[in-house]
């Protein structure tokens, strides 16, 4: 798909799943959020329902954090208040849902495209087909439980965004959602997995615990790369 290029700002918003929408910046101000009175509505339950505010002002577009709950990221730092944006920034909400944003006569992306460093390309691998993980050369064996598999095909599908415990629950125990799994629980589903990876290789944490709001996957390029 050749990238085309874009006359006015826009937004590019990350739903999960590949669920992407882009917005155009025809208004002076837009509350992207949870609540349905929101210009943009994102389902995502660690988003407030009033999260972020986009406005205009002279030339220039800003993003104001409106005092959410599970904070605001412009590239990996967090906010308070409100910052100027530039062309290619990325606003995470909550940690777990992004959205970029697009200056006028800029050249629209291919909406947040999976790194190279995935799959054949990185030091951890999943066949999904055969549900064979492999740890740079060498195959986990014996092959993890199905809660471990889960978990860490979770985390490979949402490559670049936080798992959220709601959303562990949900990939692992599906037959649980509404009755409740313990942190405990969960914590020891991660410790086990991450025990496993570490037979193979000591040296890297495949799985970083995000305080707060839940995990994410941290898979570099093959050794020899």
């Given amino acids: 798909m050749p990238h085309s290029e874009v006359d006015q700002p826009m937004l590019v918003v990350d739903h999960g799943q590949g669920d992407h929408e882009r917005v155009t910046l025809t208004k002076e101000s837009i509350v992207i959020g949870r609540g349905e009175e929101c ?44 910052r100027r944006l530039i062309d290619g920034d990325i606003i995470e909400m909550a940690a777990t849902v992004r959205v970029q944003f697009v200056g006028s006569n800029a050249t629209a992306p291919l909406p947040f495209k999976v790194p190279l460093d995935i799959g054949e390309h990185s030091r951890l691998r999943l066949d999904k087909g055969a ?12 092959p993890l439980s199905l809660p471990q ?31 409740g799994v313990s942190e405990q629980a969960i914590d020891a589903l991660v410790r086990r997995l991450r025990d496993r990876m570490a037979e193979i290789d000591p ?11 839940g995990f994410r996957l941290d898979n570099p390029p093959p050794t020899n790369s």
């Fill in 39 to 82: 210009d943009v509505v994102v389902a995502d339950r660690e988003v407030s329902r009033q999260h972020i505010r986009i406005y205009q002002q002279d030339s220039a577009f800003f993003v104001q954090d409106l005092d959410s709950k599970n904070g605001t990221w412009v590239n990996k730092e967090q906010i308070k208040g409100t």
């Fill in 131 to 142: 549900r064979r993980v492999f740890v740079g050369d060498v195959e986990i064996d014996p």
């Fill in 149 to 179: 598999y889960r978990l860490l095909e979770l985390l490979f599908n949402s490559v670049g965004r936080i798992c959220t415990r709601d959303a562990v629950v949900e990939a692992v125990w599906p037959e649980a959602m509404g009755e």
């Fill in 203 to 213: 040296d890297w944490q495949y799985i970083v615990t995000v305080r707060g709001h």
